[in-house]
């Protein structure tokens, strides 16, 4: 912006408070930028226009200037009321979105058990295959060995 004056000095040509300005600024009356992170910088030309525009007779008068016509306060307030619902609905949205992941933190809490469970199922049964194949070993041999002739169990007449 090429001229730009701060809030008190906007206040003053204004005459009302430094506040007043802000809420100005705000509502779209006055165009202003922020250079840093707290102070305003307003453009002097939207100052001029704003007392050019809007009849002035203290604060209440400009005020009372921008207040809105009576016909278009009901569609103010409609809208108003059509908001207010859509931020209820949003914060409903966003309760049943932190429902909805408690509820798939908990589903993935038990789905890691079972498939620890599981884990622990396949190596328990491995170790039962391994204990049934030296068992399957075992019998083998003495199956062999029994069917060798002079076996130690046979009974030798003299």
Do not use: C, W
């Amino acid at each position: 912006m090429a001229d730009e004056i701060s809030v008190s000095e906007a206040a003053k040509l204004l005459e009302t408070s430094g506040q007043t300005v802000r809420n100005y600024i705000r509502q779209g009356l006055l165009n202003a930028r922020r250079p840093g992170a707290r102070a305003f910088l307003v453009d002097r030309s939207s100052v001029e226009a704003l007392l050019r525009d809007r009849p002035l007779s203290g604060r209440r008068g400009l005020r009372q200037a921008a207040a809105v016509p009576a016909d278009g306060a009901e569609e103010l307030a409609r809208e108003r009321d059509n908001l207010r619902a859509r931020v209820v609905d949003l914060q409903e949205a966003v309760l049943r979105l932190r429902a909805a992941a408690d509820l798939q933190r908990r589903a993935d809490a038990e789905r890691a058990t079972e498939v620890e469970r599981l884990m622990e199922a396949l190596r328990a049964a491995d170790r039962a295959g391994e204990l049934h194949r030296r068992a399957t070993a075992e019998l083998e041999e003495a199956v062999a060995g029994m069917a060798l002739p002079g076996h130690p169990g046979e009974i030798v007449e003299s």
